[in-house]
């Protein structure tokens, strides 16, 4: 069983900064790339960012390119989300997802395991 569990929401005033957290724990865990999400009140999951264990590779929105930055620690099976020159139009809970099923990696239903969540809240 894959876990996963999100830390680092605040609220921050835009034009600041937020490092994401998640902590990725379970049996082939090491084989999922791993992404964030992001769901804002009264609209659908939307993509943020993804990344592969094994390489590295990632991939973003066009929305938060040049602003977000995801990135791993393997040590610690740990997937960080630098968030920066953070606008209102962030504001949403953010979720961490592990990937095991065919699909684009910008997909919700691509992902089997997500976390609990966390709210990032951005004042103008």
């Known amino acids: 069983q894959v876990q996963l569990v999100e830390s680092g929401g605040g609220l921050v005033q835009a034009g600041g900064s937020l490092r994401l957290s998640c902590a990725a724990s379970?049996?082939?865990?090491?084989?999922?790339?791993i992404g964030w999400f992001r769901q804002a009140p009264g609209k659908e999951r939307e993509f943020v960012a993804v990344i592969g264990w094994s390489f590295g590779s990632t991939d973003y929105a066009n929305s938060v390119k040049g602003r977000f930055t995801i990135f791993r620690d393997n040590a610690k099976n740990t997937v960080h989300l630098q968030m920066n020159s953070l606008k209102p139009e962030d504001t949403a809970v953010y979720y961490c997802a592990a990937g095991s099923s065919a699909g684009a990696l910008s997909r919700p239903s691509t992902y089997n395991y997500w976390g609990q969540g966390t709210q990032v809240t951005v004042s103008s």
């Open positions: 379970g049996r082939g865990i090491s084989r999922y790339p």
